[in-house]
């Protein structure tokens, strides 16, 4: 009796000081890590190279380029103007902007010379001179620069801005500024504030953010030694998301964990053992889940798109951080404050292990009142919910993911944009527009030339030429035996009719045998991320549900249910695809949508949003061992029901925290996973999956072991009705 009295005093000493090391671990160890999310700058890559289509035409164009230009630059366009639009710039205004120029010139990020200054052939209020940046400094460093430079201009009554390439790629970084500490604290600060609301604990909600945090440190630390030794490319979209999706997986994998612990409080005495109990209860689940999202996530790299590829690497890595801390950080944190975490309503233990289906529908009112709603004509639930949600999926088809120019991808005002009114206003737009580049074949130089110019779009057509003897005419560039021939197109080189017209100058100079012809330039690249795009979805969609797919299937032990899961969250997606449509095209009025926009939406909602439904199912099957189908899923769903909607509700809101980023892409991305993730949350894993698993009856497992049991099942009744009470088992 001695021996048996003194045995759980060592245990417990033992428990307390494995948490205790596992806490310090982590506070020790990823705390300082913190330090790393503030240097993410450092290593991120916003400039347009970052996003284009791997392997693309455009691409090898762009690349080829490079060996013409000699120097590797970003040009920058400086715009004067003045601002009532009035009065020519006199000739002494243009000797001071030249003075200016000059003065830019002299700077050690400038690569080359510097080009004008140049009156306005419109407006001769306007003027621009052209600056290449050196593309080995910092475009947006180098731009404030230039643009603290021109603000201490001495040229009277001119207005001084910055747009070209650079100007854009230095206004996309600094919109990706608030990244760093507004995003992220409004996401922590919203995840606290619902914390707080479902536990009703002062104590709780903090470790739950702490481990959030400490999973962000992780995740910051591992991503810049990934991106600084170019295992993975970061930009501002990524940094986003990720920041975002640690914050909600983590909180998702808490919630979990913290209900589980809660429930086993109430039926043991000792904390470690409860501990331990919840740990091995939402382990499989948990694990599932984050699988999924990683795997998921992962398929991004079958992509040929740039900033899509990028993307997958970048975030899983964050998923696995968030949990680690979530199941090792949170559970040793747990043990150690026993049952005070949930002060001042700490649960006790009751000796029972289980109870009628009555019993949980009194202790969950609301979710037992609707496990035994949606129990009672569970076809009816199902019928209806897949009616609503296809009436919704119906408008998907109609999603405007054509692109957008780079003046409309902001969703505030940046000098970029307006500078770049200005400029078309003082030299035309058509002044503006970046020619279409053909790389070809030296020997068919004219032939080329010919070619382009029969087109109606073409204005004109002429190759790059390099300086020749005094008094002769300038010779073509060769380079390899290539030249490089720039293509001035009639129209806006962002413009539908830009992107017809170089795929029309494409099919016309795949006709011209032997030359070889390669088009580029922004129109092509707009055009080559569309079709890359679209390459992107029909490739990556069917590789996730597969992957999805195969996860699941070890997790339920059975093929009928992960397939209902899979169609359930496809008809969800394509629902919160639907209504982004109405929303965005007809209440909104945007001007369309980033090609990538439905792609990210479907990996973010079928990864994520089969979450809650794993969560449900993977108790359904635990609870179908133990008391058979008709009482297993309405249990499922009662115990889960408020945990599950707090985690939906926690990421819907930490996704939403994008839309704080000032980008038309990131809007919308984050509209269509925080209203997918609740449609996923509310009603698919509420009432959709529930009702449809109960009226497809045990079969639902097949064919592991949950099929076959006995319990709550008699012969002769149909597998889809659920008769009597919520506690009746037949």
Not at 653 to 681: E, H, M, Y
Request: charge should be negative; charged fraction near 15%.
């Amino acid at each position: 009796m001695d021996k048996d009295d003194a045995r759980p005093p060592r245990r417990s000493r033992w428990w307390v000081g494995a948490a205790l090391l596992t806490a310090l671990v982590w506070l020790v160890g990823a705390g300082p890590l913190g330090m790393f999310l503030g240097r993410l700058g450092e290593v991120q890559t916003n400039d347009p190279s970052a996003f284009l289509p791997v392997g693309a035409e455009s691409t090898e164009v762009s690349e080829i380029a490079e060996e013409f230009d000699r120097e590797d630059a970003v040009p920058a366009v400086a715009v004067l103007s003045r601002e009532d639009g009035g009065g020519e710039i006199s000739g002494e205004e243009l000797a001071e902007i030249a003075a200016v120029a000059e003065r830019v010139g002299e700077e050690p990020w400038v690569s080359g010379t510097v080009v004008g200054p140049f009156p306005g052939t419109e407006d001769p209020s306007v003027a621009q001179f052209v600056v290449p940046i050196d593309a080995s400094h910092d475009t947006g460093d180098a731009v404030g620069e230039l643009r603290a430079i021109l603000a201490e201009a001495p040229v009277s009554d001119l207005q001084a801005q910055v747009t070209g390439p650079a100007g854009f790629a230095a206004d996309l970084a600094a919109a990706f500024g608030g990244v760093d500490s507004t995003l992220l604290l409004v996401a922590v600060t919203a995840v606290l504030i619902i914390l707080v609301a479902v536990y009703r604990s002062p104590l709780l909600p903090v470790l739950v953010i702490l481990a959030c945090l400490l999973a962000l440190g992780l995740s910051g630390a591992l991503v810049y030694l990934a991106a600084d030794t170019g295992l993975v490319s970061l930009n501002g979209q990524s940094q986003g998301i990720l920041f975002i999706l640690v914050v909600g997986a983590c909180t998702d994998y808490a919630l979990l964990l913290v209900a589980r612990y809660r429930e086993e409080l109430a039926v043991r005495e000792r904390v470690p053992e409860a501990v331990m109990a919840a740990v091995r209860g939402v382990t499989g689940p948990v694990l599932a889940s984050g699988g999924t999202v990683v795997l998921g996530l992962l398929c991004l790299l079958a992509a040929d798109l740039s900033s899509t590829r990028s993307l997958g690497p970048v975030v899983a890595i964050g998923v696995v951080a968030a949990l680690l801390s979530a199941m090792t950080f949170l559970p040793a944190v747990l043990a150690l404050c026993g049952r005070a975490a949930f002060w001042p309503v700490a649960p006790h233990s009751t000796g029972r292990a289980d109870g009628s289906l009555e019993e949980v529908v009194e202790g969950h009112r609301f979710w037992g009142r609707l496990a035994t709603t949606v129990s009672r004509r569970p076809r009816l639930y199902w019928i209806v919910t897949t009616a609503v949600l296809a009436a919704a999926a119906a408008f998907a088809p109609q999603f405007d993911a054509g692109g957008t120019g780079q003046a409309e991808v902001f969703r505030t005002e940046v000098e970029a944009v307006e500078a770049q009114g200005v400029l078309d206003r003082g030299f035309g737009s058509e002044a503006s527009a970046a020619p279409a580049l053909v790389v070809a074949d030296a020997d068919h130089l004219d032939e080329v030339v010919e070619a382009a110019e029969r087109l109606p779009l073409v204005e004109d057509a002429a190759p790059v030429t390099e300086p020749g003897p005094p008094g002769a005419d300038p010779s073509p560039l060769v380079e390899d035996g290539r030249v490089l021939v720039e293509a001035v197109l009639t129209v806006g080189p962002e413009s539908a009719e830009a992107v017809d017209a170089v795929r029309d100058l494409r099919a016309e100079l795949d006709g011209v045998e032997g030359a070889g012809a390669l088009v580029g330039g922004v129109s092509a690249t707009d055009l080559d991320t569309l079709e890359t795009a679209q390459r992107d979805f029909t490739v990556v969609v069917p590789l996730v549900l597969v992957v999805v797919f195969l996860v699941l299937i070890p997790l339920l032990r059975s093929l009928v249910a992960p397939l209902l899961l899979m169609v359930a969250n496809v008809l969800s997606f394509a629902a919160a695809l639907g209504v982004g449509t109405l929303l965005f095209q007809h209440v909104l009025d945007l001007p369309g949508a980033d090609p990538v926009v439905p792609l990210f939406a479907f990996v973010f909602l079928v990864a994520l949003g089969v979450d809650y439904s794993i969560f449900l199912m993977s108790r359904a099957r635990e609870e179908t061992l133990r008391h058979g189908h008709r009482e297993g899923v309405p249990r499922a769903l009662t115990v889960t029901g408020g945990v599950i909607t707090s985690a939906g509700v926690v990421l819907a809101v930490t996704f939403a925290a994008l839309a704080g980023i000032p980008l038309l892409f990131l809007l919308q991305l984050a509209f269509l996973v925080a209203f997918g993730v609740l449609v996923d949350a509310l009603l698919v894993r509420t009432v959709l999956v529930p009702a449809l698993s109960l009226d497809v009856g045990p079969r639902v497992w097949w064919p592991g072991r949950a099929g076959r049991h006995p319990a709550g099942e008699s012969a002769g009744e149909e597998p889809g009705a659920y008769s009597g009470s919520p506690g009746s088992s037949a």
